[in-house]
């Protein structure tokens, strides 16, 4: 079992920066799970953000926030983070982890077993 805790988020002006974190509970270690960051909006589905396998080598991101958010990782500390700059209004969402088993990353939440309670980023204009 995997328990996946994010932290990190809160309210912030458009323009300024967030750093989230998710952080793997418990004994194992993080270093086999491809991790995903997904975020959904009042109303709205559950929608991908970025994603970045174990080894950290591969990284994929959904096009609104390519050149803004950077996922990464630090397996020795169990834990993945999101660092979110040059934020909008419309980036306003409760931001959640997710993990799968093995190295494959995907856009699709159905891929990914593990979830977090998530965490609220608001972004005000």
């Known amino acids: 079992q995997v328990q996946l805790v994010e932290s990190g988020g809160g309210l912030v002006q458009a323009g300024g920066s967030l750093r989230l974190t998710c952080a793997r509970s418990?004994?194992?270690?993080?270093?086999?799970?491809?991790v995903g960051w997904f975020r959904q909006a009042p109303g709205k589905e559950r929608e991908f953000v970025a994603a970045?396998?174990?080894?950290?080598?591969?990284?994929i991101y959904t096009d609104s926030v390519k050149g803004r958010f950077t996922i990464s990782r630090d397996n020795a500390k169990n834990t993945v983070y999101l660092q979110m700059n040059s934020l909008k209004p419309e980036d306003t969402a409760v931001y959640y982890c997710?993990?799968?088993?093995?190295?494959?990353?995907?856009?699709?939440?159905?891929?990914?077993?593990?979830w977090g309670q998530g965490t609220q980023v608001t972004v005000s204009s």
């Open positions: 418990g004994r194992r270690t993080f270093s086999h799970n491809a």
């Open positions: 970045i396998s174990w080894s950290g080598g591969s990284t």
């Open positions: 997710a993990a799968r088993e093995g190295d494959s990353i995907y856009y699709s939440r159905t891929r990914y077993n593990y």
